[in-house]
């Protein structure tokens, strides 16, 4: 099994649950939970919706779109969750922070699987180069704004 | 201002007339007037990129929001990586590939020509309107610093950059854009060396610094006119779309690269790399002015003033006058990428299909440098207009924020999915663009997208932020209930025209089946042959570079500061030769200005 498939099927229904951290029962009991949960109903309704109707082919990177509908519901989350936010410290700023980077990864990352998918930095010809150094770039800013966000006041 | 600062201020017109002019010789075809015969290097691209992006009032509008704000100042100009994948693999291999010359033009043969007419009209009323907003705005800049004449300070700016610009085309903007970004970078950076210099080092800048202007972003949803969430939409989601999908001198830029790698390389430095720098270029003055009023070294009364007050603050005679050449050197670099681009809709959009349509290539090439003149000219002329008549200006901020939702949008929808048809195109535009128009009526619409953030004004002032994606929404519902009722399939062939057929694509670039194969660029001696179109490689060579007859290759001078500057692209005829000795028509020696007694380096494109 190379990578991307490793990675696809990590992101299988039946694997939805953490592993390794507790019994089969418990994991079992709280991937039903997870299944019955309005949260991941109303995601799959809006990935069936986009992946059904957009240029992406649903089978082949259902599984990596998973976890960006869930970070872009989030946003939602952090909208409503907001007031309780402030109450346990954290300032609208720092919530910007977080609306920033989980809605902005709704747009970044199917970009970087449309490249993975045309082949233009495939992963299996060893060209990770760029596709890294995107990556780490990323990650860079990421680090960068958090570390302003969270200890710039602080200093 | 004085003697000494005026006269650096002349310096750099007359240096930057000389500088574009010295480049017209480059631009003797409307290939090389509108795309700089496709030969430049990605670091080119990328710096004279980042004067583009920065207008003339980026300084003032930015340093003023640093002063009020702090860091947070830097989230418009940090936030263009979330589009930056799409860009790079979806929509740059299809403008660079499908050897469109212009957005219209991709929109026909997306559309059809009915979506093209009016994505033409809407394009070109946009840029001569902000053409002339960028000579008003200089005018009203320079004329405060230097009291004559508003019109009469827009009017130079427009000569010189009128002149360059035709008669440069493509290539003088290219590398004017270079020099100015290096400089408008540099005046940043000298301002934040004298405040650190006065306020005594980084520490002492950093705790004079309010706690409030330390943090990366703004709060969430207030103040309405610098909400995150705001911004997040306005700038980081509709305006970066609309700069790196639809701009078209942007696009231009980057057709001028070349190869794709270099596409990616030079957007990806622009984006992650050089963005940074410009923000803290143009907010440097903001940040420095609020420690220096902290610290008790001066006040600010009007944080409008507040760049020009610290930079008056802070530089000697002759430092002043450089900075204000970095500012107008930030005007001058985004009008002449205007100027050329809406040149080049006019010949590819207007002219060529409409009027004259089997002229040779000399004609347009007249034609282009005329529409560049015109451009300039009409701009110049709605300078007095802005001046007169303050509502017009508001007028254009209105329409360019009703136009530019439904535009992205269907450019996006265009190219992702492949259903969207020229009925869902043009009721994106329209009733994107109405829906829009009615928000500024009833802004009590935009509520429902607010996030929570206060309207901050009345009418046109309402919700100014959060109207982007109101609009971004409501082109969308009219883009998708448009195709789907329409029906029908699209009729025209969508080859190579909506993502994933990269391939495809670069089969029909190159006419043959592409050769994929790694490849390492090798540098070769030169024997000039008469023949045209002529070029051979040894078999060694041939072997080396992992080329057959029938390839792409790049002949390119050694020399990688020239850029690409002296370089031709070609296509290898012949394997036969002398080892490490390329033989080169004479026509191509010239079209790439090659010396044929300096090596040249070879690399494989296709």
Redo the contacts between chains.
């Keep these: 099994m190379d990578k991307s498939s490793a990675f696809l099927a990590h992101f299988h229904d039946d694997d939805l649950a953490p592993a390794g951290f507790a019994s089969r029962a418990f994991r079992n009991a709280a991937c039903e939970f997870w299944r019955k949960s309005l949260f991941y109903r109303y995601c799959r309704i809006a990935e069936d919706w986009y992946l059904g109707?957009?240029?992406l082919r649903p089978q082949k990177i259902r599984g990596y779109l998973r976890p960006i509908t869930y970070c872009a519901s989030s946003v939602l989350m952090v909208?409503y969750l907001?007031p309780l936010l402030r109450r346990r410290a954290m300032?609208?700023?720092?919530?910007?922070?977080f609306?920033?980077y989980l809605?902005?990864?709704a747009?970044?990352?199917?970009?970087?699987l449309?490249?993975h998918?045309?082949?233009?930095?495939s992963f299996k010809e060893g060209e990770r180069g760029?596709l890294v150094?995107?990556l780490v770039?990323?990650l860079c800013?990421l680090f960068?704004?958090?570390f302003?966000?969270f200890l710039?006041?602080l200093? | 201002m004085g003697a000494l600062d005026a006269i650096v201020v002349a310096a750099y017109f007359v240096f930057i007339l000389g500088f574009g002019s010295f480049f017209s010789k480059y631009a003797t075809t409307t290939h090389d007037f509108f795309f700089a015969g496709r030969r430049f290097s990605w670091w080119l691209i990328a710096l004279s990129c980042v004067s583009m992006v920065v207008g003339s009032y980026s300084f003032v509008k930015y340093s003023q929001v640093a002063y009020e704000y702090g860091f947070s100042s830097t989230q418009t100009y940090l936030n263009d990586w979330m589009l930056l994948p799409l860009w790079m693999f979806g929509w740059f291999p299809i403008v660079y590939y499908s050897r469109i010359q212009s957005i219209p033009e991709y929109v026909s043969l997306r559309f059809g020509p009915r979506t093209r007419a009016v994505m033409t009209v809407l394009l070109m009323l946009y840029m001569l309107g902000y053409i002339g907003i960028n000579f008003f705005t200089m005018g009203v800049a320079i004329n405060a610093l230097i009291p004559w004449s508003v019109f009469g300070w827009a009017a130079v700016t427009a000569l010189v950059t009128a002149l360059y610009v035709s008669f440069g085309g493509q290539p003088s903007v290219v590398m004017t854009d270079l020099a100015q970004g290096i400089l408008l970078i540099l005046a940043g950076f000298i301002l934040i060396f004298l405040g650190l210099d006065m306020l005594g080092g980084f520490s002492a800048f950093w705790h004079a610094l309010p706690p409030s202007h330390r943090t990366a972003f703004s709060p969430l949803t207030s103040p309405p006119d610098f909400a995150a969430v705001g911004i997040f939409w306005q700038d980081g989601i509709a305006n970066t779309a609309a700069f790196y999908f639809l701009n078209q001198g942007f696009i231009m830029r980057f057709l001028s690269v070349r190869s794709e790698q270099d596409g990616r390389r030079a957007v990806f430095a622009v984006a992650l790399v050089l963005m940074p720098l410009v923000a803290i270029s143009v907010s440097a003055g903001g940040w420095i002015a609020a420690a220096l009023e902290n610290a008790g070294f001066f006040s600010v009364s009007d944080p409008k003033e507040v760049f020009i007050r610290v930079t008056n603050f802070l530089c000697r005679p002759g430092l002043f006058g450089f900075v204000v050449a970095a500012l107008i050197a930030a005007l001058m670099s985004t009008v002449d990428a205007l100027i050329n681009a809406a040149a080049a809709i006019f010949v590819n959009d207007v002219w060529r299909p409409y009027v004259r349509p089997t002229a040779d290539d000399r004609h347009y090439l007249g034609v282009a440098r005329l529409a560049s003149l015109a451009a300039s000219g009409f701009g110049l002329l709605l300078v007095p207009v802005y001046a007169g008549f303050k509502s017009i200006y508001t007028a254009h901020a209105a329409f360019t924020a009703a136009i530019t939702p439904p535009l992205v949008t269907v450019i996006l929808l265009g190219f992702l999915w492949k259903r969207f048809s020229a009925a869902g195109a043009v009721c994106t535009m329209v009733g994107g663009s109405l829906a829009i128009a009615f928000s500024f009526f009833v802004p009590e619409v935009i509520k429902p997208f607010a996030h929570g953030v206060e309207p901050g004004g009345e009418y046109g002032h309402a919700y100014m932020f959060m109207r982007a994606l109101y609009g971004l929404a409501a082109s969308l519902v009219f883009g998708t209930v448009g195709t789907l009722l329409n029906g029908a399939r699209p009729k025209v062939s969508l080859a190579g025209l909506v993502v994933g057929q990269r391939t495809a694509l670069i089969r029909r670039f190159k006419g043959a089946e592409p050769n994929l194969r790694p490849s390492k660029p090798i540098v070769l001696a030169v024997k000039p042959v008469d023949i045209a179109g002529y070029v051979a490689l040894s078999t060694e060579d041939a072997e080396r570079l992992n080329v057959e007859p029938g390839d792409h290759i790049y002949l390119c001078d050694t020399r990688w500061w020239l850029g690409g500057l002296h370089s031709a692209h070609a296509v290898l005829k012949a394997v036969e030769g002398v080892p490490g000795r390329i033989e080169v028509g004479l026509d191509i020696l010239e079209e790439g200005r090659l010396d044929p007694k300096r090596p040249i380096s070879v690399v494989k494109m296709l």
């Design positions: 109707h957009l240029w909208q907001r300032t609208e700023s720092q919530t910007s922070f609306y920033q809605v902005g990864l747009f970044f990352v199917p970009g970087l449309l490249g998918r045309v082949g233009a930095w760029p150094l995107l770039v990323f800013y960068a704004q958090a302003l966000e710039g006041p200093i």
